[in-house]
């Protein structure tokens, strides 16, 4: 899916928490994948900021109405909507950025 462009919208909560958050890097949202003892496989996405691992060539882009770019992996790119939205989920310190979908969309983007 690289080349594929998405586009993100931030409520209130995550437009504040970007604003108290700057980086000079862009930031991604991943999808992983672990395997627990049994084999079950986990499936997790969260969004952070890009490591010198990460390809940009291999990723799609997000873009938020200000310009603000985020790296979507490839699997989940080609799970998710074409446009969607950032929130803020947790508590205190562990907040963080997540993405605002509906039931039927998380599995999709999860269990598809």
């Known amino acids: 899916m690289p080349g594929q462009s998405f586009r993100?919208?931030?409520d209130g909560r995550a437009r504040q928490w970007l604003d108290s958050h700057p980086t000079a890097r862009i930031r991604v949202i991943a999808y992983e994948v672990h395997r627990c003892c049994g084999g079950g496989k986990i499936?997790?996405?969260?969004?952070r900021e890009r490591s010198p691992k990460d390809d940009r060539a291999s990723f799609a882009t997000g873009t938020l109405a200000d310009g603000t770019t985020?790296?979507?992996?490839?699997?989940?790119a080609g799970r998710l909507p074409s446009q969607f939205r950032l929130t803020v989920r947790g508590v205190g310190p562990f907040k963080h950025l997540d993405l605002d979908l509906d039931g039927k969309q998380w599995g999709t983007l999860l269990f598809d």
């Not at 499936?43 to 969004?47: A, G, I, K, R, T």
């Not at 985020?70 to 989940?76: N, Y």
């Open 43 to 47: 499936c997790q996405v969260n969004v």
């Open 8 to 10: 993100i919208d931030a």
């Open 70 to 76: 985020f790296l979507i992996d490839q699997t989940a």
